[in-house]
């Protein structure tokens, strides 16, 4: 499965390390597929899967409000998943497992093995054996190298600026992200939008794996089945997975067809439906202010947000101290520039889960805007120090300290945003504007 916005973009540096696009890296870059067997074009290595799986995962955690505060079910499916990995072609690779506070109906890993299962998921599955094919699937989606697999191919046939913009497109549709001032592309570079081959494969790998660790392999169908009837009956809420993970009934009928060929005597092994719903009986007691979370994105994103506002407050009378519906509000007051009440729920989200860093983003978002710049900077520093990477932080640090015609610090922010990401989305402002200050020398056009 596939995941929604990120954070920034990848530096110069980042580009190096993932296209090495040279015809040396291109005859180099054969691997052993670790399922098949066979060699494949791979120009991202096991040691770049873990570099940029440690790089970027929090980032894409953070930007999807972070892992939920309820630690007995992160252990529940951390237990359920590394049992699954175990039985892997690739059980060397650090998994690690954790339920998602964003409310969409979703779930991915990156190339290394982090994976994160969205709550809107979580109370759709009605029992261990659907959560063991979810984890199957993307533990296979490791297994195959997928995510290499497909930069591989994009970076040797259409560059990674190609690539990137493909993805900019994509994400700029993301009104939320960027209300918070989060940018528009980062982490989900290696969450690739995978083909429906990729997806065949990391569904039959997954079964085998699932069945291998003993769970019922019903679980798949069950799983695709509720995505099916999810699709038809709520679109809206899985319009962001269908456009990045391809579903089908196509899917769905070769998953009863594989049991039926292979694992038909494997149709007695249990599907723990008790244990599944006792390890998520907190959760699903916020169905229902799950579902108006949901609600509330689908209209923001259509950028009907005077709607999504009365959605939010709604589902924040259901859960009052929920971190994401906090956030959510945040950005929809944001968006309709009512700094001030921006502001206010976002200290309020700092306030029930102060360890996660989206927040402060988000407070210093609002602070900005009502041109509170000493104490937006130090929320953008808190972010920062909690989660460093982010060059549009950066930037917004410089404009605070611009707007308080603090020159000298402004240029050092700008200085060190155009360094990481000259073009980025603020880049020609920020050149703009250390040229003006004489930091840098304009380019003379040749004729």
Same mark, same amino acid.
């Given at each position: 499965?596939?995941? *929604?916005?990120?954070?920034?973009?990848?530096?110069?540096?980042?580009?190096?390390?993932?296209?090495?696009?040279?015809?040396?890296?291109?005859?180099?870059?054969?691997?052993?597929?670790?399922?098949?067997?066979?060699?494949?074009?791979?120009?991202?290595?096991?040691?770049?899967?873990?570099?940029?799986?440690?790089?970027?995962?929090?980032?894409?955690?953070?930007?999807?409000?972070?892992?939920?505060?309820? *630690?007995?079910?992160?252990?529940?499916?951390?237990?359920?998943?590394?049992?699954?990995?175990?039985?892997?072609?690739?059980?060397?690779?650090?998994?690690?497992?954790?339920?998602?506070?964003?409310?969409?109906?979703?779930?991915?890993?990156?190339?290394?093995?982090?994976?994160?299962?969205?709550?809107?998921? +979580?109370?759709?599955?009605?029992?261990?054996?659907?959560?063991?094919?979810?984890?199957?699937?993307?533990?296979?989606?490791?297994?195959?190298?997928?995510?290499?697999?497909?930069?591989?191919?994009?970076?040797?046939?259409?560059?990674?600026?190609?690539?990137?913009?493909?993805?900019?497109?994509?994400?700029?549709?993301?009104?939320?992200?960027? =209300?918070?001032?989060?940018?528009?592309?980062?982490?989900?570079?290696?969450?690739?939008?995978?083909?429906?081959?990729?997806?065949?494969?990391?569904?039959?790998?997954?079964?085998?794996?699932?069945?291998?660790?003993?769970?019922?392999?019903?679980?798949?169908?069950?799983?695709?089945?509720?995505?099916?009837?999810?699709?038809?009956?709520?679109?809206?809420?899985?319009?962001?997975?269908?456009?990045?993970?391809?579903?089908?009934?196509?899917?769905?009928?070769?998953?009863?067809?594989?049991?039926?060929?292979?694992?038909?005597?494997?149709?007695?092994?249990?599907?723990?439906?008790?244990?599944?719903?006792?390890?998520?009986?907190?959760?699903?007691?916020?169905?229902?202010?799950?579902?108006?979370?949901?609600?509330?994105?689908?209209?923001?994103?259509?950028?009907?947000?005077?709607?999504?506002?009365?959605?939010?407050?709604?589902?924040?009378?259901? =859960?009052?101290?929920?971190?994401?519906?906090?956030?959510? +509000? =945040?950005?929809?007051?944001?968006?309709?520039?009512?700094?001030?009440?921006?502001?206010?729920?976002?200290?309020?989200?700092?306030?029930?889960?102060?360890?996660?860093?989206?927040? *402060?983003?988000?407070?210093?978002?609002?602070?900005?805007?009502?041109?509170?710049?000493?104490?937006?900077?130090?929320?953008?520093?808190?972010?920062?120090?909690?989660?460093?990477?982010?060059?549009?932080?950066?930037?917004?640090?410089?404009?605070?300290?611009?707007?308080?015609?603090?020159?000298?610090?402004?240029?050092?922010?700008?200085?060190?945003?155009?360094?990481?990401?000259?073009?980025?989305?603020?880049?020609?402002?920020?050149?703009?504007?250390?040229?003006?200050?004489?930091?840098?020398?304009?380019?003379? *056009?040749?004729?």
């Amino acid at each position: 499965m596939n995941a *929604k916005h990120g954070v920034t973009r990848l530096s110069r540096r980042d580009f190096m390390v993932v296209s090495a696009g040279s015809a040396t890296a291109l005859v180099a870059g054969c691997a052993t597929n670790p399922v098949t067997g066979r060699n494949q074009l791979m120009l991202m290595s096991e040691a770049s899967e873990l570099s940029m799986d440690q790089q970027w995962a929090p980032h894409q955690f953070s930007s999807d409000y972070g892992a939920s505060q309820d *630690k007995e079910l992160n252990e529940y499916i951390s237990q359920v998943g590394n049992d699954i990995a175990r039985h892997s072609h690739r059980a060397q690779m650090p998994y690690n497992f954790r339920v998602l506070n964003t409310t969409v109906v979703n779930g991915y890993t990156f190339p290394a093995g982090s994976v994160g299962l969205a709550r809107g998921l +979580m109370i759709m599955m009605e029992n261990e054996s659907q959560l063991a094919a979810v984890l199957g699937h993307e533990i296979g989606h490791v297994n195959y190298r997928h995510a290499g697999e497909r930069m591989t191919k994009q970076l040797a046939w259409t560059g990674a600026v190609a690539l990137l913009s493909a993805y900019l497109a994509y994400e700029k549709k993301k009104y939320a992200a960027i =209300a918070a001032g989060l940018g528009a592309i980062g982490a989900n570079m290696l969450l690739c939008r995978y083909s429906r081959e990729n997806e065949r494969e990391a569904d039959e790998i997954g079964m085998e794996y699932m069945v291998r660790a003993g769970h019922n392999p019903g679980g798949m169908v069950g799983l695709m089945d509720g995505f099916r009837k999810l699709g038809k009956s709520k679109p809206n809420v899985v319009e962001l997975l269908f456009a990045s993970h391809p579903m089908s009934d196509e899917r769905y009928n070769t998953a009863v067809a594989r049991i039926t060929e292979k694992y038909s005597d494997k149709e007695g092994f249990p599907v723990n439906k008790e244990r599944y719903m006792d390890h998520t009986s907190r959760l699903r007691a916020m169905r229902g202010a799950i579902e108006k979370m949901q609600q509330g994105d689908s209209l923001l994103m259509k950028n009907n947000l005077s709607q999504a506002e009365i959605i939010y407050r709604e589902a924040l009378q259901l =859960a009052p101290n929920d971190y994401a519906g906090l956030l959510m +509000m =945040a950005k929809c007051q944001l968006a309709q520039k009512k700094s001030l009440e921006a502001g206010r729920f976002a200290d309020e989200a700092k306030s029930v889960y102060p360890e996660e860093p989206q927040a *402060k983003h988000v407070c210093g978002m609002a602070r900005m805007e009502s041109r509170k710049f000493d104490m937006a900077l130090n929320d953008f520093s808190a972010y920062e120090q909690a989660l460093p990477g982010n060059t549009n932080t950066i930037y917004f640090k410089g404009l605070c300290y611009d707007r308080m015609n603090k020159k000298t610090e402004a240029a050092n922010e700008y200085q060190k945003y155009f360094k990481q990401d000259p073009n980025g989305e603020h880049g020609e402002e920020v050149k703009t504007r250390l040229i003006q200050w004489g930091y840098l020398v304009e380019e003379k *056009k040749t004729s």
